[in-house]
């Protein structure tokens, strides 16, 4: 019960933090990932007192863990280790109540409020409002080599991986503003830079392709896919070379290399809201314009889960700032609703 205004009002459905309603763990909040978007939107949350609960995901830290320097976020002026970033971002949230749980969800119903989340260790939960901050991945061929072979010179990101290939050859694969961007940077380590891709024209923007055809370090082969990446275990676990197909002719080719860079696009991670929430074609979270809000009322999503052109740490942390004070607000709309109601 509550007072307002001198009448006794009760209070639909009460929130107590943690308490089970209809055998359920109720929640206010809770956020789905924990790459910037989601612990900067836990920060803000947790200052609003909405006491979010932070399901990490199976990457917790996000793309971030998997990234050295980190020279362009604001505010660390000789840049910052990315897990060194992701721990600090997790601290201040936590600082004010923020709870991280290292498990994942495995099913969302958005059908009715509140909404019904299950995590990987079976915990049923319930929440008032959701934010989905589960992120993008890099897409990759599939090849059982190119798996056997990650991190031991197959990497996903120049980034984070180029320096280790000093005075080394390597591929990359693509023909994105990803493979231009990727290829361009690791020409200031690598001795030489093969750009192989599947078609006779790239897809990236003109400043891209130019400054890439333009660099005498690059070179490219068209019409041509990996087959196979080939590797060697003893005594170092290590890429020898690769095995590439000209998809015109069928003619395959070995080429040895040091390194292989996949630049072939990320998948927002959005499985899981397959039906339930509504997503562009390409499987990015829709927003309506300027805000967090998704198709369905009290789920809210930020970062690159929502963001296929910008995908940088500093706007996801601002969408996920975006994403609790859209949820709080909404919060507190709903409360403001269910006392009007009730009172009447
Ligand atoms: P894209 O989807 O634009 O490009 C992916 C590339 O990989 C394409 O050339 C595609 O070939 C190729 N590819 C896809 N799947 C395979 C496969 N299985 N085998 C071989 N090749 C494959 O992704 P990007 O990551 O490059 O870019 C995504 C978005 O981000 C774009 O909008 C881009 O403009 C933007 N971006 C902007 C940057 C900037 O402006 N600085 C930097 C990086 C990205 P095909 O062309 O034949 O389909």
């Known amino acids: 019960m509550s007072e307002q205004n001198g009448t006794a009002i009760e209070i639909k459905n009460p929130h107590h933090e943690g308490e089970m309603r209809d055998g359920r763990e109720g929640h206010k909040l809770i956020i789905i990932g924990s790459g910037p978007a989601g612990l900067t939107a836990a920060l803000y949350a947790a200052r609003a007192n909405l ?55 495995t099913s969302v119903d958005f059908s009715e409020r509140p909404f019904k989340l299950k ?49 080394q050859e390597v591929i990359v694969v693509g023909g994105g503003d990803t493979a231009m961007e990727e290829a361009n940077y690791l020409t200031r380590f690598c001795k030489k830079v093969t750009i192989v891709h599947r078609r006779d024209e790239f897809r990236a923007s003109k400043i891209m392709r130019d400054r890439v055809l333009a660099n005498e370090k690059i070179e490219v082969i068209w019409d041509t896919v990996v087959d196979e990446i080939l590797g060697e275990d003893d005594p170092v676990k290590k890429v020898t070379g690769i095995t590439l197909r000209n998809v015109k002719t069928d003619t395959v080719t070995k080429m040895p290399v040091d390194g292989v ?5 990320h998948k927002p991670n959005t499985d899981l809201f397959q039906g339930g929430l509504e997503m562009e074609e390409n499987g990015y979270l829709v927003v309506k314009p300027g805000t967090s809000y998704t198709s369905v009322e009290g789920v809210f999503a930020a970062g690159d889960v929502q963001d ?14 975006m994403a609790a004070i859209d949820a709080e607000r909404w919060l507190e709309a709903q409360e403001h609703k269910d006392r009007v109601e009730v009172a009447s």
């Open 261 to 265: 860079f996949m630049a072939i696009g």
């Open 308 to 321: 296929h052109v910008y995908r940088q740490a500093v706007t996801a942390a601002g969408s996920g700032c």
């Open 119 to 167: 995590s990987d260790r079976g915990t049923k939960l319930s929440a008032d409002a959701v934010i989905v901050t589960t992120g993008a991945s890099a897409k990759l061929l599939g090849l059982p080599s190119e798996g056997k072979y990650m991190g031991y010179g197959v990497s996903a990101c120049a980034t984070c991986d180029g320096f280790f290939f000093k005075d």
């Open 51 to 105: 006491n979010p609960v932070v399901y990490e995901g199976d990457q917790p830290g996000g793309q971030l863990m998997i990234t050295t320097d980190v020279e362009n976020y604001p505010g660390f002026e000789n840049g910052i280790l990315g897990p060194e970033m992701m721990q600090i971002f997790r601290h201040q949230a936590q600082r004010f109540g923020s709870e991280s749980r290292y498990e994942y969800i």
